[in-house]
């Protein structure tokens, strides 16, 4: 797992990383719909944000998956890994990151972050393919259901 100084030597320059987590309960992941009005608004994604200074990825997957669904979990194995260019013309290329997560207790109800999200919901990677999914969680997912089984 990356430590705390190269999340910091990545947000550096023309780099800017963003974390996401997969949460899953029985065969289904957590999705989360944006609120309308907010960058990519009515989207379903999954628990992520901003790696801060002097976080690491896996350990801002873990805190926005708190912040924006109050659930406690630790971080696993990096999932996906996506580049893009600044969809603003800015001269900056994003890594976003997502990581499985685990539930560190028993399940507990999901509490949403009311100014980011407007529900929340449990899906197989085939149930979520009906949905207008982010970009990166649509292509993470269609990677998981195409993997073999181990």
């Known amino acids: 797992m ?7 030597r990545w947000s550096d320059g023309t780099d800017r990383f ?16 944006r609120r309308e009005g ?4 009515g989207q ?15 350990a801002a997957a873990v805190r926005e998956c708190w912040e924006e669904a109050g659930l406690r979990v630790r971080a696993g194995a990096e999932v996906s890994h996506h580049r893009n ?14 990581y499985a997560l685990q539930e560190t207790g028993p399940p507990v109800e ?17 149930e979520a393919g009906s949905l207008p999914l982010v970009w990166h969680v649509a292509l993470t997912l269609a ?8």
């Open 2 to 8: 990356e430590d705390a100084s190269a999340a910091q």
């Open 38 to 41: 907010r960058y990519l608004g």
């Open 143 to 150: 990677a998981l259901s195409a993997a073999p089984e181990a």
């Open 110 to 126: 999901v509490r949403l972050s009311a100014h980011e999200h407007d529900a929340h919901r449990w899906a197989t990677p085939q």
């Open 85 to 98: 260019r600044d969809t603003e013309g800015r001269d900056l290329v994003f890594h976003t990151l997502t």
């Open 44 to 58: 379903w994604d999954v628990p992520g944000g901003t790696v801060e200074p002097g976080e690491s990825p896996a």
């Open 18 to 33: 963003v974390a996401h987590g997969l949460v899953e309960r029985g065969g289904r992941y957590l999705l989360l719909r």
